[in-house]
């Protein structure tokens, strides 16, 4: 499989779906055995950016470019919208909307249903929200 981490060996979890290698860690100040450990940053290259916009064009997830370049992900969105790289749009289509609908219906939880489509429960909650399909409580009871 080509991944745009084809040429960096090493940087892909066993399942190939991750990024192993996160920010960092270090502790400071006199008292280091006494403090929690810090996470230090230092800012982005012009060529790491140049790099962070190839692999966001080629697929790889915010978050996982957040761990691989040791930055918070809004960091990672700022640079891309300074480049005017287009963000894709996170969240449910029409069609997986339906789906949810009709998972929700049939008694599965905001969970699962999220696990299935690849979002959070609370992208799926807020969709059955705008169709004005009511939610239930955490013991499956309508509200």
Same mark, same amino acid.
């Given at each position: 499989?080509?991944?745009?981490?084809? =040429?960096?060996?090493?940087?892909?979890? +066993? $399942? &190939?779906?991750?990024?192993?290698?996160?920010?960092?860690?270090?502790?400071?100040?006199?008292?280091?055995?006494?403090?929690?450990? $810090?996470?230090?940053?230092?800012? @982005?290259?012009?060529?790491?950016?140049? #790099? @962070?916009? !190839?692999?966001?064009? +080629?697929?790889?997830?915010?978050?996982?470019?957040?761990? #691989?370049?040791?930055? =918070?992900?809004?960091?990672?969105?700022?640079?891309?919208?300074?480049?005017?790289?287009?963000? $894709?749009?996170?969240?449910?289509? !029409?069609?997986?909307?339906?789906?949810?609908? =009709?998972?929700?219906?049939? &008694?599965?939880?905001?969970?699962?249903?999220?696990?299935? @489509?690849?979002?959070?429960?609370?992208?799926?909650? +807020?969709?059955?929200?705008?169709? &004005?399909?009511?939610?239930? !409580?955490?013991?499956?009871? !309508? $509200?």
């Amino acid at each position: 499989m080509t991944t745009p981490f084809s =040429h960096a060996p090493g940087l892909l979890d +066993a $399942r &190939g779906s991750g990024l192993k290698r996160l920010a960092s860690l270090t502790v400071c100040g006199p008292q280091a055995a006494n403090r929690r450990a $810090r996470a230090t940053f230092s800012p @982005l290259t012009q060529g790491q950016v140049a #790099e @962070l916009m !190839d692999w966001y064009r +080629a697929g790889v997830a915010v978050k996982d470019l957040a761990i #691989e370049f040791g930055v =918070h992900r809004t960091t990672v969105t700022h640079h891309l919208q300074r480049n005017r790289v287009p963000l $894709r749009r996170r969240g449910l289509d !029409d069609q997986q909307v339906d789906q949810a609908v =009709h998972l929700y219906r049939q &008694g599965s939880p905001l969970a699962r249903i999220g696990t299935r @489509l690849d979002v959070d429960a609370h992208t799926v909650r +807020a969709a059955l929200h705008t169709r &004005g399909v009511p939610t239930r !409580d955490t013991h499956g009871r !309508d $509200r």
